[in-house]
């Protein structure tokens, strides 16, 4: 069957020859120098294992390049008096040059012919700096043991901060794990964190989320900051192949990023994109997954001039074929630039991204009748979308960063950019199940909107002492404004069933005009200050963002039929306490704003408008770091008011309180060894609501428990072998708020390995990957309205990447 798809030539085998051909034209004209021969330069790829001793640094890094292959001549003056650490374990050359030179003030670069050198690190004040750490602008928190995450990331205004100095819980997820766990999208990354669960569906064009119980990104403006802001992510999915790194921080972020666009409150998903590297990459990735989505990604890497002052960043990729998915058949095309200035005081960037995704038959979440039981789930693969149904999204986005160092202490900053996106369907829209025998109903629909976003701040940083307190203070001006026009035909029902679709004509529905329904702009100015004591071991954040909302509603002639225009002052307070050198204590209060409701036609005070909703979190934890592996335990409580319509008046009566306790991990236990995971606990109640009968009741769509543990083993038989495998738990979730319809708890198992090695001296890594090793039939996340999905059937996934 895979022989006949592949030589069937106008759905397969000639539009990814043709693809790949002209990606690697465009490369060769573009770069004639990528794929040039070279001598052996540094691999951030193949892993093997090091057991150096510590010793002169000179002498070590000597023997190192011998080994390694590598051509390295340096002054030895610049080593004198200096000392590596020990080196034992499994590393990239790459990581293990960076361990050897961790300390001593210097690093190795690439020269133009191929050999490689030392030199001073270049110190200058970052965007974003670590706290007690001076960073080139174009750096990143490095990698924490093991290189899954990241020992910081960012904190919205508040900069890059370490993991053991943030007052939050916060997640950083490597491009090592990406490729590693060969994630599509940042809904594939956030498997492996246990306070996020995905409410999209497999073979669906949305991804979304609930974070520590609350929804995200289950709108039609994007929710996902890129690069630390808000406008410029795309609309429905983030894809990976332009993102370097994905930063998690859990709970809400009014004053760090400003007010979600869409009113998210559980957490901020930030997408760090990729930007040239410190030496040279020409890596091709080729991919197949079941049945035979076929796919190839080119990502090159340069620097140029006399101190390679200048960057740019290439990616392109294409995926097209049948998905596991019955019927189902996907074709994405991505390509993103990035392009850099690194000077001694200014530096810049300029990120632009395009990609287009096709579904034939993609899938759709399903809605339950009231009163009827949950059948059982069908089988992931089974899909209930007609094959005549079609779905396009394509996504243009572009931004610009910079900032200049006035002084040793202070550096002013701006960004500009924003995204449009435009998505078309025709399918039978959100089925609704109506019996316990599975059968359903839908409505086809053909459907378009178009949303066009768009982003500016300025602000400064400033470095300060007041007597023994220290001070790092950052004042910020925003704006962000969003235009969204929608408009839809629908047609007759249909009827068909969850475990024996039924195949139904395809209607004639015309295309629909798109007039403007909404517009929005969200305007802040914010203060931050960070104040610390005894070198960082008690530290203090203040910070203040007024945020004000305008939004106009429009009918179909294009009158508007609702304003609103109002705004709130978010605080935060942080406290960040380190008893012990490897400890850290943390509190915050911080808030999550909303646009508040405006009365519907139905009420009788219909047309009144409401106050922001004001959503609080307080949280307190504790970190351990144990040098290669590291714990955070914390406890939280959110709570989030809503308006409700009782007895013919719309007010805000309605709350929900999600409690919560959470247990991370991640980093390397013992040489080798690998894990990532955790456990969150959530006590999630109505807490306030105009139904009597439900208040005390679950939330739709948030389980009591979510449990994630994933594990790496390097082969002690076979260099270069590595095994993996995890594990995915959810309980049990309602999809009413009467809490009378519910789905059944599930796990997820899957198994995987990745081999590195090196052929015609390439680095080469070839992985595999089978996601739902049992083909585990369940129901996974509930959206915030009820609605709920397939869970994955089981699928292989195979890659092979390259380094030229």
């Known amino acids: 069957m895979l022989a006949a798809r592949l030589l069937r030539p106008d759905r397969q085998f000639i539009p990814v020859v043709r693809s790949a051909l002209l990606s690697l034209a465009l490369i060769g004209g573009v770069c004639p120098f990528a794929l040039a021969a070279a001598p052996v330069q540094l691999d951030a790829g193949t892993v093997r294992a090091f057991n150096i001793a510590a010793g002169p640094l000179g002498a070590t890094l000597s023997s190192f390049a011998v080994d390694a292959g590598i051509a390295l001549s340096f002054q030895p003056a610049l080593t004198e008096g200096l000392r590596n650490p020990a080196l034992v374990g499994s590393y990239s050359t790459q990581e293990a040059v960076n361990r050897l030179l961790d300390g001593s003030g210097l690093d190795m670069v690439l020269r133009s012919d191929g050999s490689y050198t030392l030199v001073p690190r270049r110190v200058t004040l970052d965007e974003t700096p670590i706290i007690g750490t001076d960073q080139r602008a174009s750096s990143l928190p490095p990698e924490y043991a093991g290189g899954q995450v990241a020992s910081g990331g960012r904190l919205g205004i508040l900069g890059n901060t370490e993991v053991m100095d943030a007052p939050f819980s916060v997640s950083t997820y490597t491009s090592a794990l990406i490729k590693d766990q060969q994630a599509v999208t940042v809904g594939d990354v956030l498997e492996r964190d246990s306070s996020v669960r995905s409410t999209g569906q497999t073979g669906g064009i949305v991804d979304s989320f609930f974070i520590r119980g609350f929804p995200v990104g289950e709108g039609n403006l994007g929710e996902l900051a890129f690069d630390g802001v808000y406008g410029v992510a795309p609309n429905y999915r983030v894809f990976t192949e332009y993102a370097e790194r994905i930063e998690l921080v859990k709970g809400p972020g009014a004053l760090l990023y400003g007010m979600s666009p869409n009113n998210a409150v559980g957490g901020v998903i930030n997408v760090v994109p990729k930007r040239s590297l410190d030496e040279d990459l020409t890596r091709f990735t080729a991919s197949y997954a079941m049945n035979s989505q076929l796919g190839g990604h080119l990502d090159v890497s340069r620097r140029f001039g006399e101190e390679r002052r200048f960057g740019v960043r290439i990616n392109g990729s294409t995926q097209l074929g049948d998905t596991a998915i019955d019927a189902q058949s996907r074709h994405v095309d991505i390509g993103a630039i990035s392009l850099d200035y690194q000077g001694e005081r200014l530096r810049t960037s300029f990120d632009w991204l395009q990609q287009k995704e096709r579904f034939d038959a993609a899938s759709r979440p399903f809605l339950i009748a009231p009163g009827v039981d949950i059948p059982s789930a069908a089988n992931g693969r089974t899909s209930v979308s007609q094959d005549w149904g079609w779905s396009k999204t394509r996504d243009q986005s572009a931004l610009f960063s910079g900032e200049y160092d006035l002084s040793d202490a202070l550096t002013v900053f701006t960004h500009a950019g924003g995204g449009k996106s435009d998505v078309a ?121 007024k945020q004000n909302i305008q939004s106009d509603n429009y009918n179909a002639a294009g009158r508007v039929t609702a ?115 955790g456990v969150t606990l959530l006590d999630a109640e109505l807490s306030k609501t105009a139904v009597a009968a439900n208040r005390g009741n679950k939330p739709v769509g948030v389980p009591s428990v979510q449990a994630n543990l994933w594990a790496e083993w390097d082969s002690s038989w076979l260099d270069g072998l590595t095994l993996t495998g995890g594990a995915i738990h959810t309980g049990s979730q309602y999809v009413n708020q009467a809490n009378t319809q519910k789905l059944d708890d599930w796990t997820r198992f899957d198994v995987g390995a990745r081999y590195s090695t090196r052929i015609a001296d390439r680095p080469t890594t070839f992985r595999a990957t089978v996601q739902n090793v049992f083909d585990h039939e369940y129901w996974s996340g509930v959206a915030s309205y009820g609605a709920f999905s397939q869970g994955s059937p089981r699928t292989l996934l195979l890659s092979a990447t390259v380094d030229f």
């Open 563 to 677: 304003s609103y225009d109002d705004g709130r002052t978010t605080p935060l307070f942080g406290v960040v306490l380190k008893p012990w050198e490897h400890v850290s204590l943390y509190y915050n209060y911080i808030e999550g704003l909303s646009k508040g409701d405006i009365a519907p036609s139905s009420a009788v005070n219909a047309g009144e408008i409401f106050a922001p909703y004001v959503s609080r979190q307080h949280e307190v934890g504790v970190k351990a770091d144990y040098g290669t592996f590291t714990s955070t335990l914390s406890l939280f409580q959110i709570t989030k008011p809503s308006g409700e319509l009782a007895t013919g008046v719309f007010s805000v009566q309605g709350e929900q309180r999600n409690r919560g306790l959470e247990l991370n991990v991640f980093g390397e236990v013992v040489p080798g060894i690998r894990l990532l995971g």
């Open 425 to 545: 369907r025709m399918s039978d829209q959100t089925p609704t199940i109506i019996n316990a025998a599975g059968d359903t109903s839908s409505t086809p629909g053909y459907y378009k909107f178009e949303v066009e976003r768009y982003t500016v701040d300025a602000g400064a940083r400033l470095r300060f002492d007041t007597g023994p307190i220290s001070h790092r203070t950052t004042v910020q001006v925003s704006r962000y404004r969003d235009v969204l026009s929608r408009g839809i035909i629908s047609a007759a029902p249909i009827l068909s069933n969850i475990y024996h679709p039924v195949d139904r004509p395809e209607p004639y529905i015309p295309k629909p005009d798109t007039p403007k329904v909404s517009e929005s702009e969200l305007t802040g100015v914010a203060l931050a200050d960070t104040l610390s004591i005894l070198d960082d071991r008690a530290q203090m954040t203040l910070g203040l963002r």
